[in-house]
């Protein structure tokens, strides 16, 4: 955390107002973040660092482990009537997704 014996109280401040404005920017500066931008303020501010992580689309990040688990025929069907759109029968589950900057979780989270 500090650096040497010079300007250490100096330092001191810089560390806390480090502490006191990176949290307020987290959300207007980390919306559209690459992982390596999110990992970086999580080492700045001593925040848990994320060791699993997947960019799924443009402004999606999934975060931590998955599990993989097979579609019931239901669902395949609903997400091609609701959503014109075919898939694996086989999916990811994530327990945590950053969407736009918003931290979401599953209900099994």
């Given amino acids: 955390m500090f650096h040497g014996t010079q300007c250490v109280p100096l330092q001191i401040m810089k ?3 480090y502490r006191q404005v990176l949290p307020l920017l987290k959300n207007s500066v980390l919306k559209n973040a690459l992982p390596g ?3 970086l ?3 700045l501010t001593g925040e848990k660092k994320l060791k699993h992580f997947e960019r799924v689309a443009e ?3 999934t975060l931590g ?3 993989a688990r097979k579609l019931a025929n239901e669902e395949i069907l609903a997400l ?3 959503l014109s759109v075919t898939t694996d029968t086989v999916v ?3 327990t945590r997704t950053l969407v736009r900057g918003e931290l979401y979780y599953s209900a099994f989270h």
């Fill in 92 to 94: 990811k589950i994530f």
């Fill in 80 to 82: 091609r009537d609701k």
């Fill in 41 to 43: 303020y999580n080492s």
């Fill in 65 to 67: 482990l998955h599990y």
């Fill in 37 to 39: 931008c999110i990992q």
């Fill in 15 to 17: 560390q806390f107002a």
């Fill in 59 to 61: 402004e999606v990040v």
